[in-house]
């Protein structure tokens, strides 16, 4: 089992930057894969991005690459996503979720195991 909880949300203008945080207590910290999804109001949550356990890899959605980037500690069992230049499209609820690493990268919710509560990300124009 592994307990996730995201902070770091906030309201903030177009253009500017957030940092989110995605604490992680439970079973190895380095053996899991770790994701970032979002979900706005009336879509279906989609994938942000992830990285493999080493950090050796990440992977981003089209929409966000280049802006946003992905990044872990192992020590502090903590994973982060800085985002950059946010547009009010980025507005959303972020979520990271975590699941055993097989060497593959994974895009949907189905295939992830563990889950945090969200936390809001509002984007003003």
């Known amino acids: 089992q592994v307990q996730l909880v995201e902070s770091g949300g906030g309201l903030v203008q177009a253009g500017g930057s957030l940092r989110l945080s995605c604490a992680a207590s439970?079973?190895?910290?380095?053996?899991?894969?770790m994701g970032w999804f979002r979900q706005a109001p009336g879509k279906e949550r989609e994938f942000v991005g992830s990285l493999s356990p080493t950090a050796g890899s990440t992977y981003y959605a089209d929409s966000v690459k280049g802006r946003f980037f992905i990044s872990r500690d192992n020590a502090k069992n903590t994973v982060y996503l800085q985002m950059n230049s946010l547009k009010p499209e980025d507005t959303a609820v972020y979520y990271c979720?975590?699941?055993?690493?097989?060497?593959?990268?994974?895009?949907?919710?189905?295939?992830?195991?563990?889950w945090g509560q969200g936390t809001q990300v509002t984007v003003s124009s």
């Open positions: 979720a975590a699941r055993l690493w097989d060497n593959t990268i994974v895009t949907t919710t189905a295939k992830y195991d563990y």
């Open positions: 439970g079973r190895t910290f380095s053996s899991y894969g």
